[in-house]
DNA sequence: CCCGATTCCTGTAGGC
DNA sequence: TGCCTACAGGAATCGG
């Protein structure tokens, strides 16, 4: 399930092949993702250049000089570059033919990603608009997480992962960052101590640039450019492990449902 | 504005 | 073995 070391990894294995590469043919088979993917992408990209591979939180930016790709990965995509003609499988739906004899392509067997096309500034994208920080740039600091939790009711683990607060923390990472900041997911956002807040701010970056560092996180499917896994599931302390002894104090993780996702945590580490 | 519920989709796991 | 159901999740959107 891609997060933003996901999709950062996911950005580091494809941009050295897509670099100052030209498009010479685009293929969509299923245009049905999160929204529909333009009728006209192949007429807008076909021959242009791919001039950089950014990111924004989890949103990938191809850009060109018409304009930007912009990929989301949704929770089951993955992008790989391989071999001109390599055949395509089910859930195989775009594929960007490069001129060196590779391609990109996109695979999301859920579809719950997206291919938009969008020219002029990327970032005054509908989309992008109103997003909050990058978690490891410097506009999220220590001031900007207390400001965004004060007189907030809702659960702590609901507050880190809304994205005008913080972008790019999904289920997982969440978890894990309150698990090390040794704060309960349920605890009410505005409750927190400036002092406390301090303390999730650096964990959520230090699980964050950790897990960039390992390659992602796979728990099913997920696969960088390259085709490997993440090995950051190695080291996951509370996510998905209910019932099994905490990794510090042995007691047994527990797990609750907030606003219809699961959290876990360790009942004796976190208050 | 704030917050909770619903929605999209399909592979997988668990129950019988 | 196979069918059926529940569940997973990013994030927009809707309703209160």
Known sequence: MPELPE???TRRGIAPHLQDQRVDAVTV???RLRWPIPADLAQRLKGQTILAVKRRAKYLLLETAKGHLLIHLGMSGSLRILSAGTPAQKHDHLDLVLANGRLLRLTDPRRFGAVLWCEGEPLAHELLRSLGPEPLGSEFDPEHLYRATR???IPI???IMDNKVVVGV???YASESLFLAGIRPGIAAGRLSRARIETLHGCIRQVLAAAIEQGGTTLRDFVGGDGKPGYFAQQLN???????PC???GTAIRQIVQGQRSSWYCPHCQH
């Open 238 to 244: 509370v996510y998905g492990r209910e019932g099994e």
């Open 151 to 153: 007189g907030r009711k």
């Open 170 to 172: 999904g289920n997982i």
């Open 29 to 31: 088979r299923q245009p």
């Open 7 to 9: 999709v950062e990894t």
């Open 157 to 159: 683990k609901q507050c």
């Open 247 to 249: 990794r510090v104090c």
